[in-house]
């Protein structure tokens, strides 16, 4: 327990996973993208640690940085100093947010405005078509009770489905969703990796991949572990990480 919280307050390690898309074209081999998920920026994993976490990401010199949720446990008004290093977050092709569940519980309009003042961009239920394939954000389901659920068909009903598609979707669960809209990649978090016992137990339960890379049919889903801790600050068994994902082209 001891050695889990020293991981936790050490920071995540990178974890490098290489991801083939049968439909991304070749010029895009090799694009990598930082995933980083459940941060969860509270009162023990503040404005230091955010600064561990961006520090991180830019080292690895990502193409895209994706943020899939769960970035706070509190208030814009609370936490707001302790997110502002995210704004030093960088990579050539920008950097995205989609809810999790927690931003359900501090406020997830502000917090969605917040980081969007810090410079990223965040896809509620949208897409943005960059140069070599499309990248979706859904909102999460825990946003159905607000009337700010996931929608499918509005972050990829009319796309160009000759193009590969990457989907940040808080929930592993979401993936079923992805599969019948032709998402090439799914990329997730929520489940800690199980974190500690007998919460591995539990996520197993409630989720289809608990962490790392599955297929679902022509659809992939990847599941971080995440980069902090929610409640207890520790982990055993489930070491924190931020997963740079190289994607690659089968036209290569």
């Known amino acids: 327990m001891g050695y889990g919280t020293y991981g936790v307050l050490r920071g995540p390690k990178v974890k490098r996973v ?11 081999h090799g694009f990598r993208i930082a995933v980083v998920s459940d941060i969860h920026l509270g009162p023990v994993l503040g404005r230091g640690f955010a600064q561990t976490v961006v520090d991180t ?19 814009v ?16 092709h920008g950097s995205y947010f989609v809810t999790g569940n927690h931003e359900y519980f501090s406020g997830a309009e502000q917090w969605v405005e917040e980081v969007r003042r810090l410079g990223l961009n965040p896809l509620e239920n949208a897409r943005r078509e960059l140069p070599y394939f499309d990248l979706a954000g859904v909102n999460d389901i825990a946003g159905e009770e607000e009337g700010q659920g996931p929608d499918f068909a509005r ?23 992805a599969v019948e ?15 500690l016992w007998p919460g591995n137990l539990i996520a197993s339960a409630a989720n289809p991949t608990l962490a790392g890379l599955e297929r679902y049919g022509d659809t992939q889903l990847y599941v971080s572990r995440g980069a902090g801790a929610w409640g207890p600050p520790t982990r055993v068994g489930a070491p924190s990480d931020i997963t740079l994902i190289e994607l690659a082209s089968k036209q290569a």
């Open 18 to 28: 290489t991801v083939p898309l049968a439909r991304l074209p070749r010029a895009a």
């Open 57 to 75: 990401i830019n080292a690895t010199q990502p193409d895209l940085i994706a943020v899939v949720g769960d970035l706070v446990d509190g208030s």
């Open 77 to 92: 008004k609370d936490l707001g100093p302790a997110a502002a290093p995210l704004a030093q977050l960088r990579a050539r």
């Open 155 to 177: 972050a990829l009903g009319d796309r160009d489905t000759a193009r590969a598609c990457v989907l940040l979707a808080h929930q592993p669960v979401q993936i079923h969703d």
């Open 181 to 195: 809209h032709g998402v090439d990649l799914q990329l997730s978090g929520h489940t800690h990796g199980g974190q």
